[in-house]
């Protein structure tokens, strides 16, 4: 999967077989003395966290909860300030002790280096908190569009090449509750394997039918696609009224681009229309950070619907969708996140339009065209150098997300561990958010990442190859670590 | 003749014995001997016909039990290529969305240029605004804006990522504690909006073999969140505690005759009904829920900070202790004058849904400076919420008696939710059709806002909700009007004057 490989080799898999089965069989004993001496719940109800289901989070989660949730103080720039917790007691809460912790932050999603104070944004963003509040205490359709909402919605549109736009104030309720406004009854939902949670929540809110199709694969999604309309609808073969094909620009867990032509190229030929998520991809992917789109060379004429979010690249929240005027028109008319949930709260309305203006140099300076080149520079720069060390790193070059193969679960709290000790805060990801054998580390760059924090992290990833033994990319991975862009020297 | 063989066995077998089998022998000779009685030549000769029948008997006895086979289909030929290509090419799909209602469309973008108090600036006139959920007016608070500032100073605007992933931020972990302390819980679970609150929760405890009993005219955000569970869904009658009986009973005589083992139940109710502004019977329902063993679910959304002694909603409006209702969901966007929502209720509960509320889990955290100002919030509740309470009330029941004589609309919500400050009314008598409703109240609303500068609100709903309408009353229109505690008397006053005026001028009788 770009760099790195996804599956893991016959050795790694059957260690992480072991470990997993050494955890289940603990687990299990210790469960059999659980039930035997635990406070027996209430009578008559059933348990309200089920056995089966809970046994993860019991018995394997609980083991190693210190490397997630992890508190901080102050903002999420790349440096941050992260809270020391009491160590693992069995499924006893964490405490902060008090102390702080300055780590480089890996972790975060500060692609364009916006998570704290800016001179241009941080001004505006304070000139809107005086005028308009914090809360506007409304949904949008009532009481609750200002003229920053609208500034930014047009705004939004110009940039992204399409006629309208319409904000959210949560990135997760953009897919859940704009995608049932679309997928009606009758209509056909084809979903990537590897798609978001929030699009899942969506697609199942929502009445019309859903078929997944393999990962980034046009041709299996031309076949299903093929099958389903000459079948018809399920039971009762009436044809569909409309088909949506929904797809990421940037598959956060795999760092992975879309294959955008070939979805868009699978649509034209079947009169399908198009969802783009782009979350980690709009302002982090792109010449001028217009997304997949610009950084593929598709038009985004031929996306029907381009969402993404404000919390990752404009360091802000909420979410947006963007698409024909008649669409957007409809959505604020049924939309339940329009029409129920508070609208978005003003300071960070305006801190995605100051930011966007900075991105695309509409403040004046090239801040913003420095960011984004920086970002690419960094992202490149970081993936070169953990390839350059061994490691198996997934994601194709450009792209800022890199998750590193960890495979082994004890693996996963040995190096999370060992890089806070050293200063490091990264974000590993698991079972049952990955599958079972293919664990990973996940780094995100930012483009405030300066060239001595890359080379000090890499040293850091160095050592820390060294004692936990992680370099699973081999001979393979150093072959291609020059053969990304040229990185220019700093 | 068969006498030659005993002496062959007759050395191994005693005397009786040897006898005996000499006799069968001998017998069976006689029998089946040329000219016995059942040499096979004789036997077919006179009672051969009786082999004849019983082969006919078999054959007749196998074809009546032989199964029914159905004629084989001839197996269809697969589609060709060209044939598929042919039929993608005919196919034309609906346009991507469908048309507007004529009252959406006649919905007018307002546009709010400044928020003062119960005063707002529409599209940069200003109006008195009953469109607002900020019902002690705490989205003004002074020292609201000083602490938003300090926390943009000190931790940018976003979180930046999700809680699992360094998105938790000290600031959350003290509302969370707040929230506990204030609502008398163990512990609070922050989430990052306020319609993915309870839609999250749901799903987290319920799945397909639980079972959940909601009030049939809860909120979206419940529906959705009963939908993505999968669990058996019944419904209620609005604030029939008979007809909840009547469920609850008919699924206790279920699970007498089934003996499946038992599942998680929930019964869901809203402690203010978003759509339709009266409250949850709390009372009735603690004593059924204990009887028949459900958990009880509570969205205190729009009756938190607004009902009961101190401010935890209605079921402290009812006096029910604290830690009675299992699973309390409320959103920060109403009277604590915020954004997000929360979860709180005992440790285990709570803690489970770090892991599988999916609005928590996948979502990033809400930004550090609304938490602080949350906090904020909270503190004043504390302070001035007694006092800001019996003003609401007030106003919401003076607002009550007004509307009430307002000709063609009607109150919805009688005794029971005086106190309410969500107050819908309804054209009465009701109209022809939902469109012609929807459309005549639109009008209303724009009439009001022009000639007497009052904003109010018609109810929108979304196509995707999945409520059933009541099936006794004709689906008619609903509109919320929001009274908060810093309207003055002569607001409620001008609000229903304006609206006589607009019913007059718009509807004659």
Known sequence: MGTGTLAPSLKQALFAYTSFTLLYIFGQFRDFFRKRWSKASLKGYAPIRQDYEDFYTRRMYYRIHDCFNRPITGPPSSWMDVLERTPVNRQEPLTTTGKIKRCLNLGSYNYLGFASSDPYCTPRVLDTLSQHGWSLCSNRADAGTTPVHEELERELASFLGKEAALTCGMGFATNSAFLPVLATPGTLVLSDALNHSSIVAGVRAAKGTVRVFDHNDPEHLERLLRTALVEGQPRIHRPWRKVIIVVEGIYSMEGEVVDLAGFVAVAKKYKAYIWLDEAHSIGAMGATGRGVCEHLGVSSADIDVLMGTFSKSFGACGGYVAANKDVIDYFKAQCPAHLYATAMTPPAVQMVLSALRLITGADGSDRGAHKLSQLRTNANYFRSGLLRLGFNVLGDWDSPVMPVMIFQPAKLSATSREMLRLGVAVVEVGFPATPLLTSRMRVCISASHTRQDLDYALQLFDYVAERCDIRYGGDTARALANTGPKIQAV | ?509
């Open chain 2, 1 to 509: 003749m068969a006498s030659h063989m005993v002496p062959a066995v007759g050395e191994f077998l005693p005397r009786d014995a040897l006898a005996w089998v000499e006799e069968i022998i001998s017998t069976a000779w006689t029998t089946f001997k040329p000219g016995g009685r059942l040499h096979p030549q004789t036997f077919i000769e006179s009672k051969g016909h009786l082999v004849v029948e019983a082969i006919l008997l078999a054959l007749i006895s196998y074809l009546l039990f032989q199964g029914r086979q159905k004629p084989q289909r001839r197996k269809e030929r697969p589609l060709s290529k060209e044939e598929v290509d042919e039929l993608c090419e005919e196919w034309q799909p609906e346009p991507l969305v469908g048309k507007l209602t004529a009252a959406q469309a006649a919905r007018p973008p307002h546009v709010i240029t400044a928020v003062s108090g119960c005063s707002v600036e529409v599209d940069g006139k200003p109006t008195t605004s009953f469109a607002s959920t900020d019902f002690l007016g705490f989205s003004n608070l002074e020292q609201g804006r000083q602490v938003c500032e300090e926390a943009i100073h000190k931790y940018g605007v976003g979180a930046c990522g999700p809680r699992g992933f360094y998105g938790t931020m000290d600031v959350h972990l003290e509302l969370e504690a707040e929230i506990a302390r204030f609502m008398g819980a163990e512990e609070a679970i922050l989430y990052s909006y306020d319609i993915a609150t309870i839609s999250s929760i749901i799903p987290a405890f319920a799945n397909a073999k639980d079972l959940i009993v909601c009030d049939e005219a809860v909120n979206y955000s419940i529906q959705t969140g009963c939908s993505l569970s999968r669990a058996r869904l019944l419904t209620f009658k609005h604030n029939d505690l008979a007809d909840l009986q009547r469920v609850l009973e008919k699924v206790a005589a279920e699970d007498k005759r089934s003996r499946k083992p038992l599942n998680r139940r929930f019964i869901v109710v809203e402690g203010i009904y978003a759509s339709l502004g009266d409250m949850a019977p709390l009372k009735e329902l603690m004593a059924l829920k204990e009887k028949f063993k459900y958990r009880l679910i509570v969205d205190e959304s729009l009756s938190l900070g607004v009902l009961g002694q101190h401010g935890r909603g209605a079921a402290d409006h009812f006096g029910i202790p604290p830690t009675a209702v299992e699973i309390v969901g409320a959103s920060l966007g109403t009277a604590l004058a915020c954004i997000g929502g929360f979860c709180s209720g005992n440790r285990e509960m709570v803690d489970h849904q770090r892991l599988s509320g999916l609005g928590y889990c996948f979502s990033a955290s809400s930004p550090p400076y609304t938490a602080k100002v949350t906090l904020e919030t909270f503190r004043a509740l504390r302070e001035e919420g007694p006092r800001l309470r019996e003003r609401l009330a007030a106003n919401a029941a003076a607002f009550r008696a007004l509307a009430a004589g307002v000709p063609g609309l009607r109150v919805v919500g009688g005794e029971a939710a005086a106190a309410s400050p969500v107050v819908h009314l309804q054209l009465d008598p009701a109209p022809e059709t939902y469109e012609e409703g929807d459309l005549l109240l639109e009008r209303v609303v724009a009439h009001v806002l022009k000639h007497h500068s009052i904003l109010l609100a018609t109810a929108k709903y979304s196509s995707v909700e999945t409520r059933r309408p009541p099936p006794s009353i004709r689906r008619v229109r609903l509109r919320p009007v929001l009274v908060t505690a810093l309207h003055e008397p002569r607001h409620l006053q001008a609000a229903t004057t304006a609206l006589t005026e607009a019913m007059a001028a718009l509807r004659p009788r």
